[in-house]
Each structure stands twice: as structure tokens, then as C-alpha cells.
């Protein structure tokens, strides 16, 4: 699924291209299924422009979407040394809605044997979002509280198991259609926030990861003890200025408070791939798949993760 230029959706099309060059320290997948998210429909539309610092400031670069993947190694460059012609792996790479992929050899791991290929497509962006964000930059510690909001969505059911896997008390926040989904998922606490406004809660939280960011700083806030940290994981609740104002507005005021307020980037790597598996190997991690979508229904599966309400991930089959 290719598309030349930045805008609709509609702009993908399915066609033949060239394979990507392999090089000497990258691995050459055969994708059979590809994972995606919120962040694909950006790449595509070229917005928040902030996305074409990435992708090509005019035209995208390589103008395939798609970053998390499962699949069989077709071939490896010399320098290459975890992988060989044949393992099953999951990763991310840069153009996973495709027949091939090229990652490095840092970015993949083989695949968790208790897993389908689509099931490991869906892991490796989402989950590293909630294993970085709770174990590396909210620091979750065993008996601490958390309340994670958008526990049904992508990173949200990662982020529910994870949290418990570190020893946390979990209250999720989700519509009605999801509490029982949440709960079998291990949270300690399920809020349904179309009958409860979360942000009203008496109970203080050490830790509160929002990934959908549709209520304001101050009552996000309110829901922290007085040394409490709040990770901010979507900026996507605004648009143009709104939104500059609402990924840098945290940041700023995170040194005049006690509290922590703090964005954080999440970088796939080799040896946090493995935490995963070993995560799904001990019982403690498992995907949540919404649906799956032929890769030419990529366009079909993009409008649905803009259409907010996911749940768990959406996987295109190659």
C-alpha cells in the first residue's frame, strides 16, 4: 500500500514496487501480518506536521505505512548475527503494509512461540508505549496505584497487564463496552467513564498514564498524590495551535509543581522485544485484537483507528 503524497486516506493504493535495498546490518522479512495505530493515519495524512520530520517534508520518503510486524526472515545482511533465513520475528520496521520489509537488526526478536504472527504484529509499538512509560518513565513500582486512561485501546490493554506484572493496583478507564474486557485483562478496578467522570474520584493515584488525553492538565492533576507523576501518551485531543499548546503546556509546568508532568518517547530495541516475550511466555502479556483487515483493506482498517473507539488492535494480513 503505497501513497505519494500527503492527505486522505483514499491517497493509498495497492501496486508493485522495488524492494528496499538490504544492507549489510539489516534483515529482509517476508511480512505476513502488520500491526497498526494511530500513528499510521499521521504518516499518511502528513499530520501533525511534526510527522514529516520524519516521513519527508514535502512528499513521504518511502510513502508505505505501517511500523510493527510479524513474518519470516527472507534474508540477511553479512553483518547480521541474531537472525538467519527462515526464523519467525516480530519488530518494527519502516513499511510494514507490504509483501517486504527491511529492519534493522535491533528492532526485531524472534516471535514468542505461544503467539500467531498476527498476534505478535500486535505487540511491539503498543506495548513497548506501556512498558517504557511505566517501567521507565513513571518508574511504577510494586504497591503503587495507577489508573490508566483508554484501558481498552491499544496501548491501554498493554499497559493494564504490564502494570499488574510490576506489581501495581490497576484501575482502568473505559466505556461500558469494555469493562469486562479491562477486568479480564487484570485491572484491580474498572471506572466506566459514561456513567462516572474519572477526574471526580476521591482515590489519589502515584502514577496516571493518559492515552487519550480528552480532559484537561488541571483534572488530570487532581487525580495524583502530591508527588505523583502523570504521563501524557497521545497529544492527539487538539489540532494546529491547540495542539502545540497541549503537547508543550505539561513541560512547562511540570518544574513549578511537585507533581511530575511529563511526555516521553518510546524507542524500539532488541532487548525490550525480548521483555515482551517473556512477558507472553510467563502467562503475564497477551494481545487484544479488534479486528483484521486484508492488506487491501488498509484504507478500511486506518478509518477505524481514527474512528477512536478500537478495541485493543487493528492488524492488516499479508
Not at 27 to 47: I, K, T, Y
Not at 208 to 223: G, M
Amino acid at each position: 500500500m503505497v501513497h505519494d503524497a500527503y492527505g486522505a486516506l483514499e491517497f493509498l493504493e495497492l501496486r508493485e514496487i522495488d524492494l528496499p535495498a538490504l544492507g549489510d546490518d539489516a534483515v529482509m522479512v517476508r511480512v505476513q501480518a502488520a500491526g497498526l495505530h494511530v500513528g499510521d493515519c499521521f504518516g499518511v495524512r502528513g499530520e501533525p506536521f511534526a510527522m514529516r520530520l520524519v516521513s519527508g517534508l514535502l512528499r513521504p520518503r518511502y510513502g508505505v505505512p505501517g511500523f510493527d510486524l510479524a513474518g519470516r526472515v527472507h534474508a540477511v545482511g553479512r553483518n547480521v548475527k541474531r537472525f538467519q533465513p527462515g526464523d519467525e520475528v516480530f519488530g518494527v520496521c519502516e513499511g510494514s503494509c507490504a509483501e517486504y520489509a527491511r529492519a534493522g537488526e535491533n528492532q526485531l526478536a524472534l516471535k514468542p512461540e505461544s503467539l500467531t504472527l498476527e498476534e505478535a504484529a500486535a505487540l511491539p509499538t503498543s506495548a513497548l508505549a506501556a512498558l517504557h512509560g511505566l517501567r521507565d518513565a513513571g518508574k511504577l513500582r510494586a504497591g503503587q496505584k495507577v489508573l490508566i486512561n483508554g484501558a481498552s485501546g491499544g496501548v491501554g490493554t498493554f499497559a493494564v497487564q504490564i502494570a499488574k506484572a510490576l506489581g501495581a493496583e490497576v484501575t482502568g478507564v473505559c466505556s461500558t463496552a469494555n469493562v469486562a474486557l479491562v477486568r479480564s485483562l487484570g485491572a484491580d478496578h474498572v471506572v466506566d467513564y459514561t456513567r462516572e467522570d474519572f477526574t471526580q474520584r476521591a482515590e489519589r493515584y502515584d502514577l496516571v498514564l493518559d492515552s487519550v488525553e480528552n480532559r484537561s492538565l488541571s483534572e488530570c492533576r487532581r487525580l495524583l498524590t502530591p508527588g505523583g507523576t502523570l504521563l501524557l501518551n497521545s497529544g492527539t485531543g487538539a489540532q494546529g495551535m491547540d495542539m502545540l499548546i497541549r503537547l508543550v503546556k505539561p513541560l512547562l509546568v511540570s518544574p513549578f509543581v511537585r507533581q511530575n508532568l511529563r511526555r516521553y518517547l518510546s524507542t524500539p530495541n532488541h532487548e525490550d522485544l525480548v521483555v515482551l516475550k517473556d512477558l507472553v511466555a510467563s502467562g503475564k502479556l497477551r494481545p487484544v485484537i479488534d479486528q483484521t483487515y486484508p492488506l487491501a483493506g488498509t484504507v478500511k482498517a486506518l478509518r477505524h483507528i481514527e474512528g477512536g473507539h478500537a478495541r485493543g488492535k487493528v492488524v492488516v494480513t499479508v
